[in-house]
């Protein structure tokens, strides 16, 4: 049995669609506490962090939209998240988009010295300031976690790099913006492209995947993406990708890091209920969170 604690943080400040703002209350409606205490958890849900509407607020930089509200956003739920790893228990932290994760893992670095980073995503999440197309930081918390970007965001909680490259695997990659790929390839981390997924099959991925994230380590962050999947089975997210992970695929995955018994805690993002269909998206999403924590066939 795990003690496990919800945290929302419904905020789509790092986006350019609104609508991830309500994923976490689409995640709940699908049942996520209810089946993980089926599965035999201590759950408690302790509701979100508060989060400011975007129509309240302008963006004052075009490369780098909503810069002191993601801030802010991200120093609160850091907090949270580090009050919940302290007291010992895992937190399971529902976006809101991925620029959440900044505040996720500052959380987490602040009581581990050490940990491992599994990004399970469609997108390289690898743009700064300076490479990215499009100005919003939801294309940026993986960089700024190994210590590029701006300083506001890099140095959230008083410190950087939050995580270790050596230790940062990207699954299920198949969308890179041009200079975002020349970031990748200098920073050092490990990337599992769609096409070596095709060529060598889920299961191997996840396995280096994990033994490269878990090595020398504490544990295990695993940032799930639900663009890491196919459109076909998530309609319900702001930048889908064809060419995803399959259903069984993601079921894998998630199966493989329960029984390595190295999790520590996830972020579950970008599930737009705008977008959705009969919320399947968020379905999905508690779905594989289901899987991670050790529901199988047998």
Known sequence: MAELR?????????????GV??????IRYAGLEEKLEALGHDVEDL???????????RVTNDKLKYLD??????????????????EGF?????????????GSIAGIASSQSSFG????????????????????????????????GHPS???LGGFAPKIKPENVVLVGARSIDEHEADLIRKSGITVYSMAEIDKRGMGPVMEEAIK???EGTSGIHLSLDLDALDPMFVPGVGTPVNGGVTYREGHLAMELLAASKQLMSVDVVEVNPILDRENRTAVMAVELVESLFGKTVM
């Open 6 to 18: 919800i945290i929302g943080a419904p905020s789509d400040f790092g986006q350019g669609r609104r």
């Open 153 to 155: 965001l890099v140095e």
């Open 90 to 102: 895992t937190p399971i932290i529902l976006g809101g988009d991925h620029s959440i994760s900044i």
């Open 117 to 148: 980073v599994i990004w399970f995503d469609a997108h390289g999440d690898m743009n700064t300031d300076t490479t990215t197309p499009s100005g919003n930081i939801h294309g940026m918390p993986l960089a700024v976690n190994l210590g590029m």
């Open 212 to 214: 490269i994230a878990s």
């Open 69 to 86: 509200e993601v801030t802010a956003v991200c120093t609160a739920l850091s907090k949270e998240v580090n009050n919940v790893v302290k």
């Open 21 to 26: 703002d309500m994923g976490p209350s689409a």
């Open 47 to 57: 509701g979100n962090i508060p989060v400011p509407t975007p129509e309240m607020h």
